[in-house]
DNA sequence: CGCCAGGCTGTAA
DNA sequence: TTACAGCATGGC
């Protein structure tokens, strides 16, 4: 395997927290090696201390891909300096989740795995998730070698049965692949233009997409697209927002609060890094422990 | 068994 | 614009 080592302003960093905070899913940790997709590729990382060594990957992209030239102190002075600008106060909750997610980088994965990702989470659980990514990838993921596989591109999940994707768990949610793999099939430069769109514009686009919703179109801005902004609300972050912050909304909104109203509300608290504030309060530590036990008694 | 999960689509008001 | 049923399935 290759190496690296971390420099003291890439420092706290926390892979396992990082895999295990559900942004990505499909990795496995096998001893102390994370093994999953990247960039199509099987992609191998092991985190000792500061030493970061791996395998499948380039250096110049595992930073990328790992979040390490994300300027943390600077992203956290941004985001308590929004506090105080909306609130007047300091915000002592939001400390202390971050207190509990040091070392978490925001992923910049792979936009078509990130999407297909996604479009498999609705409505389901984190493990279960990591479950169908890694069934579709035994599936329909084209060998290179004996015992790796190739991510499946949107030419492979287009031309895909509907009855047999359902086979991977994915249930009501086969037909949006498909489609949407078709979508992008005959849009090859789609991703392309998404990364040139403003984040409004890049989330209206992303909508388009068949099984595409706001929740996994943010998800997909946030973890593929590096759009550091987006927010995505799904029903933690929403009963978070609602009871630790619900004076400062519904001092002018009244009712259920909408998915935008959250959204909105979070990126001028937090300001333009609220999705890393937003991954802050959604990570808990129980998490990474269920991904290594969840790979424990792989072969 | 019943409820929940990193929701979306279609329809009705 | 908002409200809501229906959707498949595993985890717990």
Redesign the pocket.
């Known amino acids: 395997m290759k190496s690296l080592i971390l420099t003291r302003s890439q420092l706290p960093f926390d892979l396992d927290l990082s895999f295990s905070?559900?942004?990505i899913?499909g990795w496995k940790k096998c001893r102390d090696i994370w093994k999953g997709v990247h960039n199509g590729h099987i992609v191998t990382i092991r985190q000792n201390d500061a030493q970061i060594d791996y395998d499948g990957i380039t250096k110049q992209e595992i930073i990328r891909f790992l979040g390490l030239s994300d300027p943390i102190p600077e992203i956290i002075e941004s985001i308590r300096n929004h506090i105080i600008a909306y609130s007047g106060t300091s915000d002592a909750f939001f400390e202390a989740k971050y207190e509990q997610s040091l070392g978490l980088r925001i992923l910049r994965q792979n936009p078509w795995e990130c999407l297909v990702s996604?479009?498999c989470?609705?409505?389901?659980?984190?493990?279960?998730?990591g479950?169908r990514i890694n069934l579709i990838l035994g599936q329909y993921g084209t060998s290179c070698t004996k015992n790796e596989n190739k991510f499946p591109d949107p030419a492979v999940l287009s031309q895909c049965v509907e009855q047999d994707l359902?086979?991977c768990?994915?249930?009501?949610?086969?037909?949006?692949l498909i489609k949407t793999a078709h979508y992008i099939n005959e849009h090859p430069d789609f991703f392309k233009q998404v990364t040139e769109m403003d984040y409004y514009q890049a989330k209206e686009a992303l909508?388009?997409?068949?099984?595409?919703?706001?929740?996994?179109?943010?998800?997909v801005l946030?973890?593929a697209f590096e759009r550091l902004n987006a927010?995505?609300?799904?029903?933690?972050?929403r009963?978070i927002i609602e009871t630790q912050y619900a004076d400062l909304i519904y001092s002018e909104k009244t009712?259920?609060l909408?998915?935008?109203?959250i959204g909105e509300f979070c990126r001028d608290y937090f300001g333009p890094y609220a999705g890393y504030a937003?991954?802050f309060?959604?990570?808990t530590r129980d998490m990474e422990k269920?991904g290594v036990t969840r790979s424990a008694g792989l072969p």
């Open positions: 905070c559900g942004q899913f996604f479009i989470s609705a409505n389901s659980n984190v493990r279960t998730i479950k359902r086979e768990l994915t249930g009501y949610r086969a037909p949006y909508m388009i997409l068949p099984g595409v919703g706001p929740k996994v179109a943010d998800c946030l973890f927010v995505p609300v799904d029903i933690r972050i009963k009712g259920k909408s998915y935008d109203t937003q991954q309060l959604f990570a269920d």
